[in-house]
């Protein structure tokens, strides 16, 4: 690959300037430092896996949702950078916004550019009132990294589809409304040796009969995911989004919504917060210096994460920018907890009546997932490397 292809390939454009985010900024804030002032740091460290159906409805109605969206859809047709801000401010000052972030990253633009008129009218108001929650139905008990395998089937019939398979890890299953199921759709036109030919994507709602969704619980306890099983599931013919077969090119540009928001780098922010708080006001000069390189990583983060938002909006599929956004962002989300055990010395105690204590346990308990969750690191650097012309 020639030295301009690959700076090409790997361009970071920064947004332009934008006042009316910077106006938003201070309007959220004002916002989250009342709705949010009882949340425990414990709580806040759940970061965008904290779930509260009153909390989204109440951004719902400050247009806080979908908000790129067109408004005959229920949308509010801001900038992708004003949806930027409230995000990072949502997730920095640990808000529980698990309910409608799927719907609001990744379905409903999904919908809104591959789904019926009839999915769109019905489902994206919904999601944009913080009424309506989404799950991503893509990995299989033997199908994650390698997603061009999965097995589930839908076979299309004269009204709609039959399904049967199983998805795992699926996250929030038993607390949302409908799935977007990635799976095969035979027909003879999809020879069965090109694997990224004859998958769909399906608009699953989740009362269907014929579908079993079972918790998997993670290290900390918790029910966040789960196994859901299809069996003989009869699906609509109008559950198909976007093209029969299809589905390979629409999932993988799915993919950067998924993977280059900024709770792919804050997922520990609360226990940075709260290292800060516990070094006190005069930290020693090697505790200062780690800050500030973590602080510095942030920030470097955030622009290049910035920069995908701006992208999309502009209609591009930085899908190999997000891989780098992720990669990189898991790192330092990784580090956070590795630093702060370094930095202050304290028993990591779920239980423990101490702030720091505490959300160091549920962080270190969680980071483990922060390299797989949205894709592995081996597979982003998979990725990267084939962009950068050496695969
Ligand atoms: C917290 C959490 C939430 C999740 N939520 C969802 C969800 O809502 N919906 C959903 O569909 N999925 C979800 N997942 C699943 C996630 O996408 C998968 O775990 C991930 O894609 C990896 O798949 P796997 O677990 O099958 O591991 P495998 O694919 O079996 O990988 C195991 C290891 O092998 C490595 N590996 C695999 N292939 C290669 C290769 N070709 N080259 C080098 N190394 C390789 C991987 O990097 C990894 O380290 C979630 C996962 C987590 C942890």
Redesign the pocket.
Known sequence: MSSMALSNAFTFAPPPPSPQAEALRAEVRAFLRDALADRPPLARAESW?GWDADFSRALGARGWIGMTWPKKYGGHERSALERYVVLEEMLAAGAPVAAHW?ADRQSGPLLLRLGTESQRADILPRIARGECYF?????????????ASVRTRAVPVADGYIVNGT???????HQAHYMIL?CRTPSNESPAADRHGGVSQLLVDLRTPGISIRPVH?LTGEH??NEVVFTDCHLPADALIGTQGDGWNQVTSELAYERSGPERFLSSFTLLTELVRALGKDPSDTATVALGRLAAHIMTLRRLSRSVAGMLQAGDNPALQAALVKDLGALVEQEVPEIARLLHAAEPDLAATRNYSAVLAYTML?A??F?????????L??IIARGLGLR
């Not at 799950?135 to 997603?147: N, Y």
């Open positions: 896996n799927i799950c991503i139905g893509m990995s299989e008990p033997d199908s994650g990294s390698d997603l998805k795992l890890w699926t996250s929030s299953a990635f993670a966040h995911f969680h483990p997932s390299s797989l969750r949205g894709g592995t690191r081996e597979i650097r998979g």
